[in-house]
């Protein structure tokens, strides 16, 4: 069996299985759900050390504990954040590790997206990427069982990532998740109006986003394109920021949790 051994546990997550548990589950229990119409078929939340945007990302995840029985794959969409490469990497492994245990890589989509122009396994792009690893705890206390799909998204046409999504769309078993944040490396305001900005776009459909504004861009593009196409709607669940947490308004990241249904 192969295994994609934690990265970033005790860096920009807890190391220790019970405080990560109990961390995760009292944001997940904190405040009331929003609750929406049908049950979620995409979420859209951040990436950073759950310091700074775990609470951001939980309001997003909690809205899966009504179908927490129903799904059973989770495709997740996360970025590089150190090589740059063209198309979408498979991790060739079995299972992702973290201190909460194993999640299974789902080996039959991973064979079927093996088939499509500019998709590759590429371990190492996978071993030290978080984008993917951070949003695994979320998931494994939110839901009883899935299998996995991990994508890292490179440079990447729409409809190469269109045509990924709509092969792995399946039904209400399926949940698509897109690991992004948004704005970084601005002035408060400027970040907040950003974001604000950027919460509309997605709003609207609007697959024309750049690195600026979001690091996960070239995923997000391809998911809102596929979801305009199959008439999701949404909901914006919370925009917030680095200065939200430790006050320090002159170099800015943003974060936001969203849903689709």
Same mark, same amino acid.
């Given at each position: 069996m192969i295994i994609r051994p934690p990265a970033v546990a005790g860096t920009l997550y807890e190391a220790d299985t019970q405080r990560l548990l109990a961390q995760v589950e009292s944001w997940l229990a904190k405040g009331a759900a929003k609750q929406t119409p049908k049950p979620p078929k995409a979420l859209i939340v951040p990436h950073s050390g759950y310091h700074y945007s775990g609470e951001t990302a939980a309001k997003a995840f909690r809205l899966l504990? /009504?179908?927490? +029985?129903t799904i059973q794959r989770?495709?997740?969409?996360?970025?590089?954040? @150190? +090589?740059?490469?063209?198309?979408?990497?498979?991790?060739g492994t079995d299972v992702f590790r973290t201190p909460l245990g194993d999640v299974p890589v789902d080996q039959n989509?991973?064979?079927?997206?093996?088939?499509?122009?500019?998709?590759?396994?590429?371990?190492?792009?996978? #071993?030290?990427?978080?984008?993917?690893?951070?949003?695994?705890?979320?998931?494994?206390? =939110?839901?009883?069982?899935?299998?996995?799909?991990?994508?890292v998204v490179g440079t990447c046409k729409v409809d190469t990532l269109a045509k990924v999504l709509n092969l792995l769309w399946g039904g209400p078993e399926t949940l698509i998740v897109i690991s992004t944040g948004l704005s970084r490396?601005? /002035?408060?305001?400027?970040?907040? =109006?950003? +974001?604000?900005?950027?919460?509309?776009?997605? #709003?609207?459909?609007?697959?024309?986003?750049?690195y600026e504004q979001a690091c996960g861009f070239n995923s997000l593009n391809?998911?809102?394109?596929?979801?305009?196409?199959? =008439?999701?709607?949404?909901?914006?669940?919370?925009?917030?920021?680095?200065? +939200? @947490?430790?006050?320090?308004?002159?170099?800015v990241r943003g974060f936001g949790s969203f849903v689709f249904y």
């Open positions: 504990e /009504p179908v927490y +029985d989770v495709v997740l969409l996360g970025t590089p954040h @150190r +090589d740059e490469f063209s198309g979408i990497a498979l991790p989509s991973i064979k079927s997206l093996l088939t499509i122009d500019n998709v590759f396994e590429l371990p190492e792009t996978h #071993r030290q990427e978080h984008s993917i690893e951070v949003q695994l705890p979320f998931l494994q206390t =939110a839901l009883e069982h899935f299998e996995l799909v991990p994508l490396k601005l /002035p408060y305001e400027i970040a907040v =109006a950003q +974001d604000e900005k950027s919460a509309e776009s997605i #709003r609207t459909y609007d697959a024309n986003f750049k391809g998911f809102l394109s596929v979801a305009k196409e199959k =008439a999701l709607d949404s909901k914006c669940l919370a925009l917030t920021t680095s200065a +939200d @947490r430790n006050g320090q308004k002159e170099n």
